[in-house]
């Protein structure tokens, strides 16, 4: 099989996928599912009962390192869903080839025939993902989250994506006013990497620097630019436009800016 990107590149895979087929029966309709490619091998065995274990084929007792769900691919409203689900989300979108969607079969053998060839160019350009059983070492420990965090944030819908900031931000201000040098890294990191996957000008820069500052004008510029980023992904702009002038005024009255 081969496969086409029409978002994103071969040479640099992101690990995680729109897959879409076109109906031989109708060639407007557009079929889908997600692939996803974890950074750590898992092996499967360890989390089956022994009396579930004749259940699973052998090659899924091996590892679940990647994986396309739902496994057969589902029938989408148009192919410009697709595009605008995955720009938001920054996949790549791989066109996989014209199967008759009504063989359940065939085309759930496709989409995993798709699985492997886009693992297998994964593979190429970024490595085999990490066995958990080979890591070892507190950096291969911080490697491995830092690789799942960069794939749940991408998965996230806007909505949890803020939530996860609000949590941070609240690490980042406990790990600040503890003294915890390693832990205000850590929040650090996973915000920048969080803000990777907001697809506004998010300004998360200067939330950090306002949680690091101190001072009670840059506690609440942090409040408002949290703040800013839900008014944003909510679309209120009259709210949006208030927080905007309250930030413009204590920053310029201050010397957080």
């Known amino acids: 099989m081969d496969i086409l990107f029409e978002r994103g590149s071969e040479n640099a895979p992101k690990g995680h996928a729109f897959v879409y087929f076109k109906s031989s029966l109708d060639p407007s309709e557009v079929w889908a599912s997600y ?7 898992v092996d499967v065995t360890k989390y089956v009962p022994p009396f579930l274990m004749s ?5 899924s007792m091996q590892d679940l390192s990647a994986f396309a769900f739902p496994p057969a691919p589902e029938q989408m409203d148009s192919f410009e869903l697709v595009q605008r689900l995955a720009e938001m989300r920054d996949d790549d979108v791989l066109f996989a080839g014209t199967f008759n969607t ?6 759930m053998m496709a989409a995993g025939e798709a699985v492997q060839k886009y693992t297998e160019m994964y593979n190429e350009t970024v490595g085999q993902p990490a066995a958990v059983e080979s890591s070892s070492g507190e950096g291969a420990l911080e490697e491995g989250i830092v690789g799942i965090n960069e794939v749940m944030y991408g998965l996230m819908s806007d909505g949890d994506k803020l939530s996860e900031l609000t949590s941070l931000v609240s690490k980042l201000r406990f ?6 040098e390693a832990l205000v890294k850590e929040a650090e990191t996973d915000i920048a990497m969080l803000s990777r996957h ?8 200067r939330i950090v620097e306002g ?13 408002l630019y949290v703040q ?4 944003i992904v909510q679309e209120d702009y009259i709210m949006l436009g208030n927080v905007e002038e309250q930030i413009a005024a204590i920053e310029a009255g201050s010397d957080t800016g």
């Open 198 to 205: 907001l697809e506004f000008d998010h300004k998360t820069e």
């Open 211 to 223: 949680i690091k500052h101190g001072s009670d004008d840059a506690r609440r510029l942090t409040m």
């Open 55 to 59: 259940q699973i084929p052998e090659a």
């Open 228 to 231: 800013r980023c839900y008014c």
């Open 35 to 41: 692939i996803v490619i974890l950074p750590i091998t």
């Open 175 to 180: 790990a600040v006013d503890s003294n915890e």
């Open 102 to 107: 009504s063989d359940l079969g065939s085309i």
